[in-house]
């Protein structure tokens, strides 16, 4: 079982960038996929996460309406499309799988805003 996000880089404050996460080794799809982030000196905070059958998406206030959530099943494969990023966005991004009662972690993608 693996999870890697990808897509991070630097980025002028109002730009955008989309990053990834792949699922690998896992027996199905349903599975809920979430983002955290982390900022230097702060706490792990919760971002987004997204249904097996994106029914269902949730976003932190912080980050409503300018991130998006969603996901391929057919790639296994899910996505954070983060618009009109602010400084305040900087952190490493982390994608979280929680399947069958477990949480699987991946490794994180920095994510850097700034002129």
């Known amino acids: 079982v693996q999870v890697v996000e990808s897509g991070g880089g630097l980025v002028q404050p109002g730009g955008s960038l989309r990053l990834s996460c792949a699922a690998s080794?896992?027996?199905?799809?349903?599975?809920?996929m979430n983002w955290y982030r982390q900022a230097p000196r702060k706490e792990r905070e919760y971002v987004a996460f997204i249904t097996s059958n994106s029914g269902t998406t949730n976003y932190a206030d912080s980050v409503k309406g300018r991130f998006t959530i969603s996901r391929d099943n057919t790639k296994n494969t899910g996505y954070l499309q983060m618009n009109n990023l602010k400084p305040e966005d900087t952190a490493v991004y982390y994608c979280?799988?929680?399947?069958?009662?477990?949480?699987?972690w991946g490794q994180g993608t920095q994510v850097t805003v700034s002129s």
């Open positions: 080794g896992f027996t199905s799809s349903s599975y809920v």
């Open positions: 979280s799988v929680l399947h069958l009662g477990r949480l699987y």
